[in-house]
Nanobody
Framework: VQLQASGGGLVQAGDSLRLSCAASGRIFSSTSMGWFRQGPGKEREFLGNIRWGFGNTYYPEGVKGRFTISRDKGNQKVYLQMDRLKPEDTAVYYC???????????WGQGTQVTVSS
């Protein structure tokens, strides 16, 4: 499986943005597709994940309510919908895949999101 993230750009605070992650190759029902970000001078942060088969999602408390992950099985894409963006959301955003929520073995290249105040 290969992953390709896209959809980043420059937006204003309060805007919404949807990132996409296109997956090529076979994806198993049990695969966990996750989104991460890394801001300037910060450690990588986990934003949430979705189970490919059932579509159940998990979000850490810090982003719950503003970020939503979904997937399109037919087109093998995973999305990260981000609402009410803040300048502190500025980061490179990555999608990843793995057998479980804590074990991501495949990573896409990042896509830059910059939120201006």
């Amino acid at each position: 499986v290969q992953l390709q993230a896209s959809g980043g750009g420059l937006v204003q605070a309060g805007d919404s943005l949807r990132l996409s992650c296109a997956a090529s190759g076979r994806i198993f029902s049990s695969t966990s597709m996750g989104w991460f970000r890394q801001g300037p001078g910060k450690e990588r942060e986990f934003l949430g994940n979705i189970r490919w088969g059932f579509g159940n999602t998990y979000y850490p408390e810090g982003v719950k309510g503003r970020f939503t992950i979904s997937r399109d099985k037919g087109n093998q894409k995973v999305y990260l919908q981000m609402d009410r963006l803040k300048p502190e959301d500025t980061a490179v955003y990555y999608c990843a895949a793995g057998p479980s929520i804590g074990d991501y073995t495949l990573w896409g290249q990042g896509t830059q999101v910059t939120v201006s105040s």
